[in-house]
């Protein structure tokens, strides 16, 4: 037993580094391992997917990393999630809302988005994923096309995230926002922040979003 619990912690540590060191085909092979032995999915996500894209951006921060390092850890991190987001017990829950996710015009950065998805697509959300760059007028037609329960938008950078209450006043031209709920996210947000631009509630991480949205949908986590 207790091999069997340290050779499981031994398998995050190999993804979380597969992450930090830009290997897309070794995270791949290291999640399909995973998932083919049974790991709980939402903990390797947790414990090893989310530290090492973290461990990434901080080398960035310290210099250590350059631009082109961290699009591999970020190619890494994608192979990982594809294969981690195919877990049964993800696909299977039972829908208990929808909930359309973007990133905002002129934003290109994906990755926390992505978990955000999976976590929420865990948490039994229907997720429509418009990706990243998205205009105001493409949010605002998926809007009425889907009629999601929550929108959650995402920026990444000081230029973008005020651009996020934009999304907002639109939802509220366009006769919207009395049927939606509005969460905000990001690395460079707050709850102070976004509650300002005109969210019903910010995420912290995935797992937080994820809480929240379940509240906002009146169902206990
Ligand atoms: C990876 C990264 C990139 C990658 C993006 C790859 C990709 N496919 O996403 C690349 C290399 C392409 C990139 C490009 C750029 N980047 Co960049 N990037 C980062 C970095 C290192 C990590 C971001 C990340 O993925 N974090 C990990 C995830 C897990 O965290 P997260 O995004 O915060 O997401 C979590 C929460 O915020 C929340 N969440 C996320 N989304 C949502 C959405 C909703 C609705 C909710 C509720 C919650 C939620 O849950 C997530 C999961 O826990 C950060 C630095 C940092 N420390 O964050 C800079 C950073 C964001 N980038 C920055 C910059 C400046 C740029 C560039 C302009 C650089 C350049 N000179 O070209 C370009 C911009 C391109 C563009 N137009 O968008 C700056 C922004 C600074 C600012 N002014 O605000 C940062 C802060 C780095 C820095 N300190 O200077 N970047």
Same mark, same amino acid.
């Given at each position: 037993?207790?091999?069997?619990?340290?050779?499981?912690?031994?398998?995050?540590?190999?993804?979380?580094?597969?992450?930090?060191?830009?290997?897309?085909?070794? #995270?791949?092979?290291?999640?399909?391992?995973?998932?083919?032995?049974?790991?709980?999915?939402?903990?390797?996500?947790?414990?090893?997917?989310?530290?090492?894209?973290?461990?990434?951006?901080?080398?960035?921060?310290?210099? #250590?990393?350059?631009?082109?390092?961290?699009?591999?850890?970020?190619? #890494?991190?994608?192979?990982?999630?594809?294969?981690?987001?195919?877990? *049964? @017990?993800?696909?299977?829950?039972?829908?208990?809302?929808?909930?359309?996710?973007?990133?905002?015009? &002129? +934003?290109?950065?994906?990755? &926390?988005? /992505?978990?955000?998805?999976?976590?929420?697509?865990?948490?039994?959300?229907?997720?429509?994923?418009?990706?990243?760059?998205?205009?105001?007028?493409?949010?605002?037609?998926?809007?009425?096309?889907?009629?999601?329960?929550?929108?959650?938008?995402?920026?990444?950078?000081?230029?973008?995230? /005020?651009?996020?209450?934009?999304?907002? *006043? #639109?939802?509220?031209?366009?006769?919207?926002? @009395? +049927?939606?709920?509005?969460?905000?996210?990001?690395?460079?947000?707050?709850?102070?922040?976004?509650?300002?631009?005109?969210?019903?509630?910010?995420?912290?991480?995935?797992?937080?979003?994820?809480?929240?949205?379940?509240?906002?949908?009146?169902? *206990?986590?």
């Amino acid at each position: 037993m207790i091999f069997r619990v340290l050779r499981a912690l031994e398998n995050l540590e190999e993804l979380k580094n597969a992450i930090v060191e830009g290997e897309p085909d070794l #995270a791949e092979e290291l999640a399909k391992g995973l998932m083919d032995s049974g790991a709980d999915v939402l903990n390797a996500i947790n414990n090893a997917v989310v530290p090492g894209i973290n461990q990434a951006g901080e080398l960035w921060k310290q210099n #250590a990393y350059f631009i082109s390092d961290v699009v591999m850890c970020g190619e #890494a991190f994608k192979s990982a999630m594809n294969i981690l987001e195919k877990d *049964q @017990d993800i696909q299977n829950r039972e829908k208990i809302g929808k909930y359309l996710i973007c990133t905002v015009e &002129g +934003d290109m950065h994906d990755l &926390g988005k /992505s978990i955000v998805v999976t976590m929420l697509k865990g948490a039994g959300f229907e997720v429509i994923d418009l990706g990243v760059n998205v205009p105001i007028t493409t949010f605002i037609e998926k809007t009425k096309e889907f009629r999601p329960d929550i929108v959650g938008i995402g920026a990444y950078m000081s230029t973008t995230a /005020s651009t996020m209450k934009d999304y907002v *006043q #639109a939802l509220v031209d366009n006769g919207l926002k @009395d +049927d939606v709920k509005v969460m905000m996210g990001g690395v460079r947000t707050s709850d102070e922040y976004v509650k300002k631009l005109g969210a019903d509630a910010w995420g912290r991480d995935g797992v937080e979003t994820a809480e929240k949205a379940l509240k906002l949908m009146g169902v *206990q986590s």
